[in-house]
């Protein structure tokens, strides 16, 4: 990241008024209700108590909790602030924005896709460096320009009276973009994000990114990071490189999506290991490779396997049919093109299979000898209605269309597209997911779409929570096999994202995956 710049990876956060659902497009999706104080969200979880579920949201605000007994009308319950997450020497939380579509001048950033511990009733909040206008170029402890202290972590939460959360403790890491769970929750993994400029230098030589380093969770109060053990080393064919996010499936394993790809570990139990041959002990320190790889240039139009944002591996009874063997992986590939471009290249959702991945082959990778997945099914809004004239008129670096956070339940995926709003698709066949709902308000800026119970709630950074329902039109449009489009984008939704644009620029140090204020 350029010095004295401050860094927002993925997409931008927007101070402009809620729309009303007046101006929203959508098909097959009733909007129920949106919750404007959410807005700045990044993630959303869920947490099981006696006689209802809670709803956990994060943002730039901390931490928010809402009641669903009523699963319509979230009530709020309480709050951890940006203020409250400040560590020493942190410049204080400041929402005060210059510029229209500009963002907060300091506040705490980003945790994405933020996990829980439905047994202890623990949130798990990563921490970025970019916090409280930070940067992930410089150490802690080096001097800022900013003042930032650019200080990486989680925090652990105390949820059991979700009407009073508590800040259980903060453990340092030299990783802080995602925190996942691992077995049970007595063990976490947090990756990313960019490395600082001693990090990419030997000894680490984490030339393309942070890996994944372990923390044992044994006692919540009490955390304890292994930084000198980390893991999911050399993932782009050899080269240490950018671990972003883990989701760990029904069987167990843990998938690791970075740079370079989306690769699965056992990090329990006894198997072998393919890449000596021996059978030992997988432990969340000396995991076992399982499967997965890179992907092919045709879908990431570059050559080193794409950014694998974040994937899902259905597999087991509760799986839709084609994906019970545990065959197919879905993944996001965060990467944002040149505006005439679109999707037509990068920025997919992908299925891959599995099939040739399980001897290592991904752990072997080289540059002159490269594995990669066989994609069989792909999905853009590329060329479909809503998207985009192709060409525009719009700033340079405005496009802003790439695959984001997706949720699976069964043969349905809810999936969150920035400025294309939610889509719905159905993957009953991994060859061709189709279109059967969307949902995309003008003002959109969704970073993730939950299903949970008979209702959607997403995360956006513009307009907050928006609560919604597919409607039966959803499962007719299944049944029809064919798929549903939206409207042409409105002029309004390309005047907002052409503002947004001219605020930002792709920071080639990333390949335009974080973009930077001009």
């Not at 798990?124 to 410089?138: E, K, N, Q």
């Not at 992907?295 to 994906?323: C, I, K, L």
Request: proline letters at 7%; glycine letters at 10%.
């Amino acid at each position: 990241m350029r010095r004295g710049a401050f860094a927002i990876c993925c997409a931008a956060a927007l101070l402009l008024a809620m729309t009303s659902p007046a101006f929203a497009v959508s098909k097959n999706v009733r909007h129920v209700k949106t919750l404007p104080e959410g807005k700045w969200a990044t993630a959303i979880n869920f947490l099981k108590y006696r006689g209802h579920d809670v709803m956990m949201v994060t943002g730039r605000f901390g931490l928010k909790s809402y009641s669903l007994a009523d699963p319509a009308n979230p009530r709020l319950l309480d709050q951890i602030t940006s203020k409250d997450l400040e560590l020493p020497g942190d410049p204080p939380t400041d929402f005060t924005v210059n510029e229209p579509g500009g963002d907060p001048k300091s506040t705490f950033w980003q945790n994405e896709d933020m996990d829980v511990d439905q047994d202890r009733k623990l949130v798990l909040i990563s921490r970025d460096p970019r916090s409280y206008r930070g940067s992930t170029s410089r150490e802690p402890g080096e001097a800022d320009p900013n003042g930032a202290t650019n200080i990486a972590g989680v925090y652990v939460v105390d949820a059991k009276d979700p009407a009073d959360l508590q800040l259980l403790s903060f453990e340092q890491l030299p990783t802080g973009h995602t925190t996942t769970c691992i077995n049970d929750c007595q063990w976490l993994w947090t990756g990313g994000p960019a490395s600082t400029t001693t990090q990419r230098q030997a000894p680490l030589n984490w030339a393309g990114g942070r890996p994944i380093i372990v923390t044992d969770l044994t006692d919540p109060a009490n955390p304890v990071g292994h930084v000198m053990d980390p893991i999911d080393l050399f993932r782009r064919d050899g080269v240490t490189a950018y671990s972003h996010d883990v989701q760990v499936d029904d069987m167990g394993i843990a998938w690791v999506s970075g740079d370079g790809g989306t690769r699965g570990y056992w990090t329990e139990g006894t198997h072998r290991d393919p890449l000596t041959g021996q059978t030992r002990a997988a432990t969340p320190l000396d995991p076992i490779p399982y499967a997965g790889g890179g992907f092919a240039r045709s879908e990431t139009a570059d050559n080193t396997g794409g950014f694998e944002h974040n994937a899902e591996r259905p597999v087991g009874r509760d799986a839709a049919s084609a994906y019970r063997n545990g065959d197919y992986l879905l993944a996001t590939e965060e990467d944002f093109a040149d505006p005439s471009l679109g999707c037509s290249k990068q920025g997919h959702f992908n299925i891959a299979s599995l099939a040739g991945s399980y001897d290592g082959e991904a752990w072997r990778s080289t540059p002159k000898h490269q594995f990669r997945l066989k994609t069989v099914g792909s999905w853009a809004p590329y060329k479909q209605e809503g998207s985009r004239p192709i060409g525009g008129p719009y700033a340079p670096g405005a496009d802003f269309c790439s695959a984001h956070y997706f949720d699976v339940d069964g043969d349905t995926v809810a999936y969150a597209w920035y400025g294309e709003g939610t889509r719905f698709l159905d993957i009953s066949d991994p060859r061709h997911p189709k279109q059967i709902a969307y949902w995309r308000p003008d003002d959109t800026l969704v970073w993730a779409s939950y299903m949970h119970g008979d209702y959607v709630y997403t995360a956006d950074h513009v307009r907050g929570i928006d609560v919604l329902q597919l409607t039966f039109g959803a499962e007719l449009a299944r049944s029809a096999e064919r798929e549903v489009v939206a409207k042409p984008q409105s002029a309004k939704a390309r005047r907002f994202l052409a503002r947004l644009a001219s605020n930002y620029r792709p920071d080639p140090a990333t390949r335009a995956i974080c973009l930077l204020i001009r």
